[in-house]
């Protein structure tokens, strides 16, 4: 996030051209999937657009996902509430 801000920012004439508004403020506002295969990673997407935006991934159905959809989650050390939120609710919120 922090190389596109800086492109946004110092280059506006390649980076600014569709949008006026600092790419960091969208953030949050869309939806992503925990399927990162990494326990620093999903660290990062956590801290970066917090826990209501990211669902389980599964890759489904192509071969690339866990073994066991949602193990990285199951096993962070996340509140229950959270992993909850990450493997269900978010979900059913995003698909009303």
Same mark, same amino acid.
């Not at 999937?33 to 657009?49: F, G, K, P």
């Not at 866990?66 to 979900?91: F, H, Q, R, T």
């Given at each position: 996030?922090?190389?596109? =801000?800086?492109?946004?920012?110092?280059?506006?004439?390649?980076?600014?051209?569709?949008?006026?508004?600092?790419?960091?403020?969208?953030?949050?506002?869309?939806?992503?999937?925990?399927? +990162?295969?990494?326990?620093?990673? @999903?660290? @990062?997407?956590?801290?970066?657009?917090?826990?209501?935006?990211?669902?389980?991934?599964?890759?489904?159905?192509?071969?690339?996902?866990?073994?066991?959809?949602? =193990?990285? +989650?199951?096993?962070?050390?996340?509140?229950?509430?959270?992993? +909850?939120?990450?493997?269900?609710?978010?979900?059913?919120?995003?698909?009303?």
């Amino acid at each position: 996030m922090g190389r596109v =801000e800086h492109g946004w920012k110092v280059r506006p004439d390649l980076c600014a051209i569709d949008s006026q508004t600092n790419p960091k403020k969208f953030l949050g506002h869309f939806w992503v999937d925990s399927l +990162v295969h990494d326990m620093h990673a @999903l660290d @990062l997407l956590m801290n970066t657009i917090g826990s209501k935006k990211i669902c389980c991934g599964s890759d489904y159905p192509f071969p690339l996902g866990e073994e066991i959809p949602g =193990e990285l +989650v199951e096993n962070a050390s996340y509140a229950d509430a959270i992993k +909850v939120d990450i493997l269900w609710n978010n979900a059913m919120e995003w698909l009303k």
